[in-house]
């Protein structure tokens, strides 16, 4: 990672940030773009106000990148409430019931984990962004509207319980607070994996605290407070970060010119069904993301 700062022109690249609690994914951009001085800034998928961890933004041109790494698996650190359901499935909802949960059982709770991993069907909660319509489903909830989220195919790689602690809620409801680990795909809620847990066991759960501490390789150890940015902007060069994300083809400098005038190469059967592919051409110049698409190079974004 290298650190740069430019008075006159912002700098092409990623910033690993670690999102505080209380600030959303649109605030963290804003405050960015202040910091790197320029209005092409984006994020690499949300994080909810409450949760902290991993965002990761791109600068200038690093923009291009930021749908392909969307996709790519997060991994969370995260406490589990057993014995409250909430409006939200999230410790910020009105809570809607408490059951006590203190005769819930271990072995109850790796039963239910277990079928919440693997590839599962999943619905998110109704106060995420999903558009249902053409209307984000957090505002349809905030109109009191009646709907349905249809379940989505989502993959929760590993779901892991580290602790599990007795807790009394402020109403008097004996609970059971579960310190968890996730890593899934894009498009996972946790708390909905929180709420359905509950649910399965009959005490009904929500998040309490969710920290993410990785996106693709990016990970928490590389990730910078807005105040340490704000002191020293440090950004990860567009080639680094390719190269860190996608898998690697290296070029000659005749298909290296043929690609950036929209030739559609052949590509070597490795790379095929790959999804984005980083391009360098000899000097290590970053070409461009592109795709094997029946072993040809679908270009995705031109960078060179």
């Given at each position: 990672?290298?650190?740069?700062?430019?008075?006159?022109?912002?700098?092409?690249?990623?910033?690993?940030?670690?999102?505080?609690?209380?600030?959303?994914?649109?605030?963290?951009?804003?405050?960015?773009?202040?910091?790197?001085?320029?209005?092409?800034?984006?994020?690499?998928?949300?994080?909810?106000?409450?949760?902290?961890?991993?965002?990761?933004?791109?600068?200038?041109?690093?923009?291009?990148?930021?749908?392909?790494?969307?996709?790519?698996?997060?991994?969370?650190?995260?406490?589990?409430?057993?014995?409250?359901?909430?409006?939200?499935?999230?410790?910020?909802?009105?809570?809607?019931?408490?059951?006590?949960?203190?005769?819930?059982?271990?072995?109850?709770?790796d039963a239910g984990i277990a079928k919440l991993t693997g590839a599962i069907m999943q619905v998110p909660s109704k106060v995420s962004a999903i558009k249902i319509d053409g209307v984000r489903s957090y505002k349809r909830a905030r109109d009191g509207e009646d709907f349905e989220i249809p379940a989505r195919p989502v993959t929760v790689s590993s779901f892991?319980?580290?602790?599990?602690?007795?807790?009394?809620?402020?109403?008097?409801?004996?609970?059971?607070?579960?310190?968890?680990?996730?890593?899934?795909?894009?498009?996972?809620?946790?708390?909905?994996?929180?709420?359905?847990?509950?649910?399965?066991?009959?005490?009904?759960?929500?998040?309490?605290?969710?920290?993410?501490?990785?996106?693709?390789?990016?990970?928490?150890?590389?990730?910078r407070t807005l105040d340490q940015l704000q002191a020293e902007l440090t950004v990860m060069p567009v080639a680094e970060a390719a190269t860190a994300a996608f898998p690697r083809w290296d070029v000659d400098d005749r298909r290296a010119g043929l690609l950036l005038n929209g030739v559609r190469l052949e590509m070597p059967e490795e790379y095929e069904g790959r999804g984005a592919v980083a391009v360098f051409d000899p000097t290590g110049r970053f070409l461009a993301l592109v795709e094997?698409?029946?072993g040809k190079a679908k270009s995705l974004a031109i960078f060179g």
């Open positions: 990672m290298t650190q740069q700062r430019q008075k006159t022109t912002p700098p092409d690249g990623l910033v690993v940030v670690d999102k505080p609690s209380g600030f959303t994914s649109h605030d963290v951009v804003a405050k960015m773009r202040g910091i790197a001085r320029t209005r092409r800034i984006g994020h690499a998928g949300t994080l909810d106000p409450m949760a902290t961890g991993v965002l990761v933004l791109g600068v200038e041109k690093a923009t291009k990148l930021l749908g392909h790494l969307a996709l790519t698996e997060k991994e969370y650190l995260g406490t589990v409430r057993l014995g409250q359901t909430t409006i939200t499935d999230d410790a910020e909802g009105e809570i809607t019931a408490s059951v006590d949960a203190s005769k819930v059982t271990r072995e109850a709770v892991a319980v580290y602790d599990v602690r007795d807790a009394v809620a402020e109403d008097g409801t004996p609970v059971l607070d579960l310190v968890v680990s996730v890593v899934c795909s894009s498009g996972t809620y946790i708390r909905a994996l929180a709420r359905d847990l509950g649910a399965d066991l009959g005490v009904g759960g929500h998040l309490t605290a969710l920290r993410r501490t990785r996106v693709g390789p990016y990970k928490l150890e590389s990730a094997s698409q029946k």
